[in-house]
């Protein structure tokens, strides 16, 4: 009759696999998908075995209660239990085998694996059947006790009487021997039992140990069924698994010379007949000879406490990769000899057996020494090997003759007859006995002092900046994610980043010259240096910008410390070429109690912002980072994206503002001044983004257009009206000035639209040509000698404003409107405007009173001689069609 077996999941895929493979060796199955189900058919059927799947079950199966339930019945009934679970639940495993399950199987299973831990399930309840049906032995019967009574002729009441106090004395003691007998049977059930429980935890812990190897392990029974094989030997042997053990019909295994194993030549089958394989090399069969893999088996038998043989092991290990390496060695030993001679350089040889090291002539000469003057022991080369690299050099050395590597090359300093330390690369190549230790080892030195020298410039130039001598940027940013990384893994002191930005640099760089700003530069450096601790970092992140990085802070607020003591640095001038330089710096302070980074970008981002915090507060002094500066940073960065999209979908345009004669308040020229139609936020005038698209660089393709524009409207308004003459004033930019293709731009501009050069005015700020410096004045030479005009816009609110008069070429000066809308309430201002407008006069130059508003300010300017005016009193900025009829009006 087939065996019957219960199993108990609710995965369908875990079903059907199970039902399959049961059913295909003759088995019926029937299933339960919980707990309360799995009872009930129990106390309606028989079973032969039950198979749990822990993982899929109904979750009341997990529960203590049910699990005990079902393996009580289990085990009054004799039925083995085998759970089934993933190798994650071990705990869980442990549990049911303490409540008294047989086996257990982890998933995933292979299908041979499952059959043959069924088929050894089964022979256990078989075997269980049978011990049960054995008759138990039978107690002595009274009767046959009683028959030993023998009572003589005459004596027959006292004969029974002594025979009934022999019955009671024997019955006393059979009741304390049982009683003795039942203890100690209570004690060895309760000792069985906790082996029991001991030997389960221990295969559960063995099976786990198994699973985990690097090496192939195949276990078979006496009958030489497959039990176990591990998962490494799943993926080497794949579905030939069972062609390695005596089962097989066509055995996977060939020996070195490619000749297929007999069945019972297999490792497998060598250890079920009690003999003992160590070491044996085979070739792993495959059809493509490519993929031939080289084997090596271990096997042992398997006995019970009786010395019985119950099975085999075999360990299986993929050798392909060495055993080919070890040829690719020794085939290049004899070539590596030679190779290295040619090359010139030393060479030794170490007989490891004797101890006895032979050196070149050349290997002695590269330390600067004789032939005869180094003798032939290991000694003469270590000892004189760093103290800082000996150890090193030994480690390798030992590895490689250990066979724990594959290959000998290091890299040491070694002295130097002169005293002084040598870099050298030293390679070696073992010859190995039969057994596999090394017999002796041939090798070379290089030396590559050079090369060493010449990486560690390299490394220098690549973490350090070659003005200052400081850690570079690179290097700031290398040292910040290691602090960042250690405050992360475990609990540490506080840090901080510092950035320092020097106030008005540029200025001083322009005015006295690069030498003197690198000279500042070097100085400032020197400065930090003497004020931070010896294992603070300090930086030149590139121009005028210094990092600090302070670790192991006492507390957050000692970052703050330093940064005032910094400050202080700069309240003393700096003597450079004769020169007294004073000089501040905004600096911007990022702390890591504050917000927990994670990358060294984001906490110099903070910092920075924190920095530009500092300058907008006024220059020359420190901000703490705080989230909210994202907050107040973010609207400029809105505009700043909101600029390029405007760029992209043409969203700027240009208006006119008419520049008038003021004699007879006819109109001369006009200015060009841009205007942006934003989607959202309607009109936007330049003051609320031009600073940000001239910081972000925007500003030049933004200028080129309105260059572009300005230039092609004048082109009509000429064409339209040949007979009046007619200039266009049009802003540039400090960023502007420093486009190396203005020159050439403004020049394809007025060949294309056919202008008169002298039309173009130029407007320039005195901050513009104070920040370019010789480098704006030669952009002015070059526009003026095109015949551009050349204007400077703001007059009088900049720097050194009268000697650029004289070193530039201007030709027309326009008044500030704040000097202009006080010109009637301050007398000041009035003899301010008269200054200019006479000083201009006198260099030739022509004058434009910007925001002219009122009559007043009108009759003045006439009074003064003033030649030209804009303002609202003329007219706003209008649009080009606004503009043109303006002018068709006027000339009417």
């Known amino acids: 009759m087939p065996p019957h077996i219960l199993v108990i999941t609710d995965d369908d895929d875990n079903r059907a696999l199970l039902i399959r493979l049961l059913q295909s060796q003759g088995q019926q ?3 339960a998908v919980d707990g309360q189900e799995a009872l009930e058919l129990l106390s309606r059927q028989v079973f032969d ?11 009341d199966m997990r529960e203590v209660e049910t699990l005990r339930q079902l393996c009580q019945y289990a085990t009054v009934h004799s039925i083995p239990v085998a759970v089934i679970a993933d190798a994650g639940n071990l705990d869980l495993i442990t549990r049911c085998i303490e409540l008294g399950a047989d086996d257990y199987l982890l998933k995933p299973f292979n299908e041979t694996l499952l059959r043959a831990r069924v088929h050894a399930l089964l022979e256990r309840k078989a075997w269980r059947d049978r011990q049960r049906a054995l008759p138990e032995e039978s107690p002595r019967a009274p009767a046959d006790a009683a028959a030993e009574v023998a009572p003589s002729a005459g004596g027959l009441w006292f004969a029974l009487l002594d025979a009934l106090g022999r019955a009671w004395r024997d019955q006393r003691r ?5 009683q003795a007998l039942e203890t100690r049977i209570a004690e060895y059930s309760a000792t069985v039992e906790d082996t029991a429980l001991a030997l389960r935890q221990q295969t559960i812990t063995l099976h786990a140990i198994l699973e985990s190897l690097s090496d192939a392990v195949v276990v078979i029974d006496r009958e030489g069924n497959l039990v176990h094989a591990n998962p490494v030997a799943h993926t080497l042997f794949g579905d030939r698994l069972l062609d390695v053990t005596p089962q097989a019909t066509a055995p996977a295994l060939l020996d070195t010379d490619g000749v297929p194993c007999a069945t019972d030549q297999l490792p497998l089958a060598i250890a079920l007949r009690g003999v003992e394989v160590d070491s044996s090399e085979f070739l792993l069969a495959s059809v493509d000879p490519d993929a031939v893999r080289r084997i090596r088996a271990t096997a042992r038998p398997l006995r019970d406490s009786n010395g019985d043989i119950i099975g085999s092991v075999a360990i299986f290990r993929d050798i392909t990769v060495s055993f080919q390496m070890a040829q690719a060695l020794r085939a290049s030993e004899e070539r590596y000899t030679l190779t290295v001679q040619a090359t010139g350089d030393g060479v030794w040889e170490w007989e490891l057996r004797t101890g006895i090291m032979t050196f070149s002539r050349r290997w002695k000469e590269m330390l600067g020494f004789q032939d005869q003057e180094i003798g032939n022991l290991p000694s003469e080369w270590f000892n004189r090997v760093h ?3 000996r150890d090193g050099l030994d480690v390798r050395l030992t590895a490689y003759l250990r066979r724990l590597i594959t290959s000998f090359e290091h890299e040491y300093r070694i002295l130097h007859r002169d005293g002084a330390y ?3 690369r030293c390679r070696g190549i073992a010859i190995w006995d039969a057994d596999g230790n090394a017999a002796h080892i041939v090798g070379s030195q290089t030396d590559i002092t050079d090369r060493k020298l010449a990486e560690q410039r390299l490394w220098y130039n690549a973490f350090h900046d070659s003005l200052t001598g400081l850690a570079n940027r690179a290097r700031f940013m290398d040292r910040l994610g290691h602090v960042i990384a250690r405050a992360r893994r475990s609990a540490s002191p506080p840090y901080a980043v510092l950035i320092l930005d020097l106030d008005r640099f540029k200025l001083i760089n322009d005015s006295l010259g690069h030498l003197v700003g690198d000279q500042l530069l070097i100085a400032i450096a020197r400065r930090l240096e003497q004020s931070l601790r010896p294992g603070d970092t300090l930086a030149h992140l590139g121009g005028d910008e210094f990092a600090v990085l302070l670790e192991d802070l006492s507390e957050p607020h000692a970052a703050v410390n330093v940064a005032e003591r910094i400050l202080h640095l700069f309240e003393e001038p700096f003597h450079l070429n004769e020169h007294e330089v004073f000089s501040s710096a905004s600096i911007g302070i990022a702390l890591s109690d504050n917000l927990r980074y994670h990358s060294p970008s984001d906490m110099l981002r903070d910092a920075d912002t924190a920095m530009h915090h500092a300058k907008m507060e006024g220059r020359a002094r420190y901000a703490v980072f ?18 390029r999209r405007g760029i992209e979908r043409n969203e700027f345009f240009v208006v006119y503002q008419p520049i008038v004669e003021l004699s007879t308040q006819r109109t001369v020229g006009f200015e060009a001044l841009l205007r942006w139609r934003h989607p959202q936020r309607g009109i936007v005038t330049p003051a609320e983004f031009i600073a940000i698209a001239e910081e972000t660089g925007l500003i030049v393709p933004i200028g080129q257009m309105v260059l572009r524009e300005a230039c092609r409207q004048l082109s009509a308004w000429k064409q339209r009206h040949p007979e009046r003459t007619l200039a266009m004033n049009i802003n540039l930019s400090p960023r502007q000035i420093a486009d190396p293709d203005l020159v050439h731009r403004t020049a394809a501009l007025i060949d294309e639209y056919r202008l008169d050069a002298d039309a173009l005015r130029l407007e320039i700020t005195e901050t513009a040509i104070i920040e370019h410096g010789d480098a704006a004045g030669r952009v002015l030479q070059q526009l003026r000698a095109l015949g551009v005009q050349i204007c400077i816009d703001d007059f009088g609110t900049g720097y050194s404003s009268l000697s650029y008069l004289h070193r530039f070429p201007i030709a027309t000066i326009k008044i500030d409107r704040s000097f202009v809308s006080q010109i009637h309430r301050s007398h000041e201002n009035t003899e301010i405007v008269r200054s200019i407008i006479s000083l201009a006069r006198s260099l030739g130059m022509a004058v434009i009173a910007e925001g002219t508003e009122t009559e007043e300010q009108l009759l003045r ?20 069609a606004e503009a043109t009829a303006m002018l068709d009006r006027e000339t009417e």
């Open 49 to 59: 075995l039950i198979l749990l799947d822990l993982d899929a079950a109904d979750p």
């Open 174 to 178: 059979i009741t304390t021997e049982l």
């Open 422 to 424: 040598r870099w050298m």
């Open 626 to 643: 705080h989230p909210t500066m994202h907050d107040r940073a973010r609207p400029r960065l809105q505009i700043e994206i909101d600029l």
């Open 29 to 31: 199955v029937a299933v």
């Open 861 to 880: 300017l006439r009074s003064m001689s003033c030649a030209y005016g804009q303002g609202w009193l003329f007219a706003h900025a209008l649009e080009p």
């Open 387 to 389: 103290p800082d690299d």
